[in-house]
């Protein structure tokens, strides 16, 4: 008989709720021993196959069956510089775990059978973390002297391209527009799901790798690309996808309509949470509206309850969504963990209009009730809205989670770097490499909205050509 | 890099009013930066980010100068620092810089600590052989900053003050009211100012057809188009301040509205600075 899934440790929903501490706490070493004997040890494993970054999963997991730790941890190093970041938000149920031979196949996510890659990469991320003893620093390819090269933006493909390069030995210098590194790792992420320490310490580590990191430098409005270039090597472009998308109805610029980029930088970027200790102000309402389905959404959604709570308010938090259930882009743990805090799903409702009050308040909303019709182009179903269907919902903080475009703060003032309808950079998909020669793209910045690993899979691939080309010009 | 303060001077403290001019190195800034441009600035880890104007930047181009009036928490705590005193962080130029026309005639107006903001554009005009206008505003005497700077610059020159005490007693509108019904060559008004001085401007030069851009004081967090707090309706379309303006058609922007968002987090400012500042 095959043997039950290790359940992880979770703070209880009540608890947690109330506060921006973590939530999951990960395996001990009994629980990660049980789970990794779950694993089969398949002679053609399929999970590496699902990973954007392509560990080696059957690898580390049977490390870990062996007690050897550390070496579960660098077998996920040689493939990933941040396991203890990506085994707290991968969607893993889309990808390794949705490979793994243990799922049921046709189904959309991974069912509860598939091993719990995440979970073990985290131990093993952490273990690493607790004995820095046995960090890799890497084989050194070229003179650290004679290259250089820029990287645009601290977010996960920056700082994943930064990783790789010098781990090569090539020298670093990492820009970042605001004043804390991480990019949305810092401003979008909550703490509750990846804790500070943890994206200090990577941010940390490669510092001593000799990375070195200059905030408040806004590439575009400091430097051009075309300084860059004279003084580096070669220049990577980890923009991210930054300007936040509105719905585009009416009354959506009265008071208290956040854009999840705005709440969540409120929140986490400046600790808003802790106003008045911290400065910054976010405001907090009796019902507070999130609208939108994906992982950002369930952010925004998770940091309002605790707001609510936290601000001695009855938690009356919902996140509106067009489409139905199965369709909500997050990841299936962040839906499961939003409603066992108790945060309210209204499903297959479009919004029409804000209402607000004479100060320019909001202070509701009016919705219509949508059905699902045939498959759009995403390949999800689309919503059709039902006629005469109209309701209202009180609404007194609404948050607008509905996706975010390219930043193009960089692309405008740089005309030679090819952008595509969107505003996102063009790049060559083997390469990385832009209309630029020498300059290279990676992230969201690339492919639009993506996940963290992903964008780390395109800045691995960049920093790959980047080493190439340096070595080969030596 | 830390940044240390290195000059400061009290150029008004009346009436509950401080307006203050500090000197800071930010040779990234300096070396980009354009009239009309802002940089965002943190006094401490926990501070907020405020945009502040570039008031000017040293002849090479290592320090800026902002001026600011003391209102809420953040200014008030920048008031407090004295040089040799490290600001947390400092970011820019952001912003659209004011695009600098030739041999125009342009009206510039200040009012209050928006004086400040309009003094390197009346300089960048100048400078390209415009003829320059400028009306200053100031509730009363002790409260007009710049005045021999702009004077400098000014082809021709007016002072109102609210209470008469220095200038012509009213507003600056009263006098480009004027000088506008006088037929005063003029092809571009650019006003920078407390909202209600703005909007006046805006709707004094409408009916004249004149050629009007206002600087706004939009909210904002990043400053750099990702948060969209400083989101205003100009000509009916939403626009961000930072990445999009500062600057906007006066005529074109939606006042009610910017009044209204200006003031989202009133209460909690008051209850921060209750607290800060027993």
Known sequence: ?474 | MSIKILEKKILADVLGSKIVQIKVPAKDVAAYAKAGQFIVLMVAEEGERIPLTIAGVDKDKTAITIIFQEAGLTTRLLGKLEPGDSLYALAGPLGHPTEIGENEDVFIIGGGVGIAEIYPVACAFKAKGNRVTTILGARTKELLILEEELKKVSDNFYITTDDGTYGQKGFVTDVLKNLLAAKKPCNLVYAVGPIPMMRKVSETTKPFSVKTLVSLNALMVDATGMCGCCRVSVGGKTRFSCVDGPEFDAHEVDWDELIKRNKIYCDKEQHICKLSFK
């Open chain 1, 1 to 474: 008989m095959r043997k039950e899934p290790v359940k992880i440790k979770e703070v209880e929903a009540p608890v947690r709720s109330g506060n921006f501490e973590e939530v999951i706490l990960g395996y001990s070493e009994e629980e990660a021993l049980r789970e990794a004997a779950r694993c089969l040890q398949c002679k053609n494993p399929l999970c590496s196959s699902g990973c954007p970054v392509g560990i080696d999963i059957k690898t580390f997991i049977h490390k870990i069956t062996q007690k050897d730790y550390a070496g579960a941890c660098s077998t996920i190093r040689q493939k990933n510089n941040f396991p203890s970041i990506c085994g707290r938000v991968c969607p893993a149920e889309y990808q390794c775990r949705k490979a793994c031979v243990l799922t049921k196949r046709g189904e959309r996510f991974a069912t509860p059978e598939a091993i719990n890659i995440h979970f073990l990469e985290r131990f093993a991320g952490d273990y690493g973390m607790n004995n820095p003893a046995n960090r890799q620093s890497g084989a050194k390819c070229i003179d650290a002297k004679a290259k250089k090269v820029a990287i645009v933006g601290s977010g996960p493909a920056g700082i994943c391209c930064a990783g790789e390069l010098a781990r090569a030995g090539i020298k670093v210098v990492v820009y970042e527009g605001l004043h804390k590194l991480g990019g949305v790792l810092r401003y979008g992420i909550p703490p509750f799901r990846l804790p500070r320490n943890i994206l200090d310490y990577e941010i940390e580590s490669l510092k001593k790798m000799g990375v070195d990191f200059v905030p408040n430098f806004i590439v575009g409005r400091n430097k051009s690309v075309d300084e860059l270039l004279k003084e580096f090597s070669a220049v990577f472009l980890g923009l991210g996808a930054g300007i936040p998308s509105f719905l585009g109805i009416k009354g959506e610029n009265l008071c208290n309509i956040y854009s999840a980029n705005e709440f969540l930088t409120r929140v986490n970027l400046m600790s808003a949470y802790k106003f008045p200790k911290a400065h910054t102000p976010v405001n907090i309402g009796k019902s507070m509206v999130i609208i939108g389905g994906g992982n950002t959404a369930m952010d925004a959604a998770r940091c309002a309850l605790r707001l609510q709570k936290m601000n001695g308010l009855n938690p009356d938090t919902t996140v509106l969504y067009r489409r139905s259930e199965v369709e909500l882009p997050a990841r299936r743990l962040e839906i499961e963990h939003a409603k066992e805090e108790g945060i309210k799903f209204k499903l297959l409702v479009k919004p029409e209009e804000f209402l607000g009050d004479e100060k320019g308040f909001v202070r509701k909303l009016r919705c219509l009730q949508c059905e699902l019709g045939e498959p759009d182009a995403s390949g999800r179903r689309k919503p059709i809205e039902i006629p005469g269907s109209g309701f209202e919902v009180d609404c007194d903080i609404a948050v607008v989670a509905i996706g975010l475009n390219a930043n193009e703060i960089l692309t405008k003032v740089t005309p030679a770097l090819k952008v595509d309808k969107y505003g996102d950079v063009v790049v060559d998909e083997n390469t990385m490499e832009t209309s630029i020669k020498n300059v290279f793209a990676g992230g969201d910045i690339v492919g639009g909205e993506g996940t963290v690993i992903e964008a780390m899979g395109m800045a691995k691939r960049a920093a790959k050509s980047i080493i190439e080309k340096l070595c080969n010009q030596r």
